[in-house]
């Protein structure tokens, strides 16, 4: 759920709608694909969760505070009239066995020559995931400043099986020239 700080051309609120769609896709390939009325909750359900951290499209700037988590997310959804079988799909990352995945803040330094993100020893299902989130932390460490960086994503293909991570990373082989990323 963190925010990248915009870009020299771009708000904050731009930022935040842009990863709300990018969260989007990830809950799709999390819980298994959305019907149109899951993808209506979930995309109203996490412009709530940021609200509650005082994070809307009105915010003007990131300072002080806080990342919502996903735990906030599912606190949201769960008072959310029809998310019942959401709910119940985002359990096993809450409250279950891949409960410590991804549910703390982010503690990459991403200020290092060189950075390898190894998901070699990752369950099969988790790998989709982990590349999406690792691709999307990525894409927003790359739009804070302006400098010649090299991205090599090995075993691509795992992530060109699923239709939205594979939608992710053309969207970012296509802008990644814009922000000096080959």
């Known amino acids: 759920f963190d925010l990248a700080t915009p870009g020299e051309d771009e708000s904050l609120s731009q930022v935040l709608r842009s990863n709300i ?41 990131l300072e ?6 996903l735990r906030d997310f599912a606190d949201v959804l769960s008072g959310i009239e029809g998310a019942n079988s959401l709910n119940q799909r985002l359990l096993k990352y809450t409250e279950g066995v891949w409960s410590g995945f991804i549910g703390e803040p982010s503690n990459v330094d991403i200020n290092k020559k060189l950075i390898c993100f190894s998901i070699r020893d990752m369950e099969d299902e988790l790998k989709p995931i982990a590349m999406y989130i690792i691709t999307h932390f990525i894409w927003g460490e790359v739009r804070k400043e302006l400098k010649k960086r090299l991205l090599i994503i090995d075993e691509a293909w795992i992530m060109m099986k699923n239709e939205d991570t594979a939608s992710f990373l053309f969207g970012m082989a296509k802008r990644g020239r814009k922000y000096y990323l080959g």
């Open 21 to 61: 769609i990018s969260l989007v896709g990830l809950l799709r390939i999390m819980l298994g694909g959305l019907t149109p009325e899951e993808d209506s909750i979930v995309d109203r359900a996490l412009t709530e969760t940021y609200a509650l951290k005082d994070i809307t499209p009105e915010t003007e700037s």
């Open 64 to 69: 002080g505070l806080e990342f919502p988590l």
